[in-house]
């Protein structure tokens, strides 16, 4: 049950699908927050910038944003579920290009605090071709993923248990984006 009440039923919109319904001025803003930063057109596909948020969110043990945005990750890219599970088990020997690794370790560093991010990861990025927007792009997807987990945790949200449930609202992310559900 949510620390407050939602005005719902919390498993009817779960995590912060209820948190964005509960609070539309709020809610509105971050949803176009979340589509600018992992649907917008990017040198980084869609599959990619979902993974960093999924191994965010997993690094910060946010139940609900790890098992969503591992399914919308999952529905990008090749080979699914089994890539997405191998990059969160360890992204240093999962079968990812050299410059998402690198992407991933600035992430992973930017969750532990902005300072970690090092002059050396920079450079490890870009000499495995990274951009500067997809180095910018991937310390805003990792600090606002912060952002969002402590959202939906320091509130109490439900999370569904059933792979099922997070990948039938991948396929709704997929189409229609982070909006309003139509």
Excluded: W
Excluded at 82 to 92: G, T
Excluded at 96 to 102: M, N, Q, W
Excluded at 146 to 155: A, I, P, S, T
């Amino acid at each position: 049950m949510a620390h407050i009440d939602l005005g719902f039923d919390e498993k009817t919109l779960p995590g912060i699908v209820g948190l964005l319904r509960y609070r539309p001025e709020t809610g509105g803003p971050l949803a176009a927050l979340a589509d600018a930063l992992l649907r917008a057109p990017n040198s980084l596909s869609r599959g990619e910038r979902e993974l960093i948020a999924a191994q965010v969110s997993a690094l910060n043990e946010c139940a609900f944003c790890r098992d969503s945005h591992s399914a919308v990750a999952a529905a990008q890219l090749e080979p699914g579920m089994a890539l997405v599970e191998q990059v969160r088990a360890d992204p240093a020997t999962a079968p990812v290009s050299p410059k998402l690794r690198a992407l991933l370790a600035i992430a992973a560093a930017t969750r532990e605090s902005g300072h970690a991010v090092t002059p050396a990861l920079v450079a490890d990025a870009r000499d495995a071709g990274a951009t500067d927007v997809e180095i910018h792009d991937t310390v805003l997807i990792a600090a606002a993923f912060c952002m969002f987990n402590r959202y939906v945790d320091g509130l109490g949200t439900f999370s569904p248990d059933d792979p099922a449930a997070h990948a039938a609202s991948a396929r709704r992310i997929v189409e229609f984006g982070y909006g309003p559900r139509p």
